[in-house]
T-cell receptor, first 112, second 114 residues
Framework: GNSVTQMEGPVTLSEEAFLTINCTYT??????LFWYVQYPGEGLQLLLK?????DKGSNKGFEATYRKETTSFHLEKGSVQVSDSAVYFC???????????FGTGTRLTIIP | SQTIHQWPATLVQPVGSPLSLECTVE??????LYWYRQAAGRGLQLLFY??????ISSEVPQNLSASRPQDRQFILSSKKLLLSDSGFYLC?????????????FGPGTRLLVL
């Protein structure tokens, strides 16, 4: 079956530091991959996605590249801000399947 | 544009009481609809999803049920709440298509069962 594994948090960084949150997946075929972000007290928002191998999703300075050879979709940002503090979820969906499979989430805290 | 609403935003209920959480979507037709639960400090658990009126699929056996009385309305219910039902409940929608779908989430309902 499908599964998503994220690096365990919490992750605490100083403002302007470089961010990487690791995500690897197990799936049959060619899934689409997503990163969602959940700010405190809110629902989830789609941050970025990639639908095929070597695609790069990007939004708000965040990037993630679909690596089929390593079954990974790591989230990166060159310079984080305090406002990036949130929980980040990696997820996948497979062709013809209405459901998303989520990772457990990684809590990120940025300190000034 | 499409919007998704959930209410109430926060709810405190005694053990054994009934529950009804509502989710509505505007600006789209025939959406797929989903209910998730997020327990404190944990990931998302898919509870139910629906591909049409009256069509409900349950992902895990539990104390909860779901109904879809209208195309853009999804209701989560319980006859008798348990302490373990506490959590953050999220509704989501997606556009059915032949390709993988992005899901869009509502603001959530925080439920505390005492």
């Amino acid at each position: 079956g499908n599964s998503v594994t994220q690096m365990e948090g919490p992750v605490t960084l100083s403002e302007e530091a470089f961010l990487t949150i690791n995500c690897t997946y197990t799936a049959t075929g060619y899934p689409s991959l997503f990163w969602y972000v959940q700010y405190p007290g809110e629902g989830l928002q789609l941050l970025l996605k990639a639908t095929k191998a070597d695609d790069k999703g990007s939004n708000k300075g965040f990037e993630a590249t679909y690596r089929k050879e390593t079954t990974s979709f790591h989230l990166e940002k060159g310079s984080v801000q305090v406002s990036d503090s949130a929980v980040y979820f990696c997820a996948l969906s497979n062709f013809g399947n209405e459901k998303l499979t989520f990772g457990t989430g990684t809590r990120l805290t940025i300190i000034p | 544009s499409q919007t998704i609403h959930q209410w109430p935003a926060t709810l405190v209920q005694p053990v054994g009481s009934p529950l009804s959480l509502e989710c509505t979507v505007e600006g789209t037709s025939n959406p797929n609809l989903y209910w998730y639960r997020q327990a404190a400090g944990r990931g998302l658990q898919l509870l139910f999803y629906s591909v049409g009126i009256g069509q409900i699929s349950s992902e895990v056996p539990q104390n909860l049920s779901a109904s879809r009385p209208q195309d853009r309305q999804f209701i989560l219910s319980s006859k008798k709440l348990l302490l373990s039902d506490s959590g953050f409940y999220l509704c989501a929608w997606s556009v059915p298509s032949a390709t993988q779908e992005t899901q869009y989430f509502g603001p959530g309902t925080r439920l505390l069962v005492l």
